[in-house]
Nanobody
Framework: QVQLVESGGGLVQTGGSLRLSCEAS????????MAWFRQAPGKEREFVAT????????YYADSVKGRFTISRDNAKNTVYLQMNSLNPEDTAVYYC???????????????WGQGTQVTVSS
C-alpha cells in the first residue's frame, strides 16, 4: 500500500509558476513509476506527465510539453511537477499517482493522492 500526499497548489497569475510536490509513504517508492494527472471542473481527468522509477524516462502531454517538468527524488520519496508559463487552461485539481509502469492512462495507476488545487487567473 502506498499513500500519496500532494502539496504546492495555489492561486497564480497567467505566466506565473508553481511547483507541486507529492510525498509517498511506504518503502517501495523507488520501484514505482509516478505520474501527474489533472481534472478541471466539468471535464474528465487528463494525463499531464509521467516519470519512470529511475527518473531517466519522462513523458508529457502535448498541452504541457516545454512548460512543465516532472522529476523525482527517491531518497525523499517525492515526485515534483514544476509548472511554468501557466495559463487559465491549466486551472484544475492536480493528482499524483503511482503504478508499475509509465503510462498516460489513468486506469494503469494503482494509488492516488487526494489532489491539490491550481488556479491560474487571467
Amino acid at each position: 500500500q502506498v499513500q500519496l500526499v500532494e502539496s504546492g497548489g495555489g492561486l497564480v497569475q497567467t505566466g506565473g509558476s508553481l511547483r507541486l510536490s507529492c510525498e509517498a509513504s511506504g518503502r517501495a517508492f523507488s520501484r514505482y513509476a509516478m505520474a501527474w494527472f489533472r481534472q478541471a471542473p466539468g471535464k474528465e481527468r487528463e494525463f499531464v506527465a509521467t516519470i519512470s522509477w529511475s527518473g531517466r524516462g519522462t513523458y508529457y502531454a502535448d498541452s504541457v510539453k516545454g512548460r512543465f517538468t516532472i522529476s523525482r527524488d527517491n531518497a525523499k520519496n517525492t515526485v515534483y511537477l514544476q509548472m511554468n508559463s501557466l495559463n487559465p487552461e491549466d486551472t484544475a485539481v492536480y493528482y499524483c499517482a503511482c503504478g508499475l509502469g509509465s503510462y498516460s492512462s489513468a486506469d494503469r495507476y494503482d494509488f492516488w493522492g487526494q489532489g491539490t488545487q491550481v488556479t491560474v487567473s487571467s
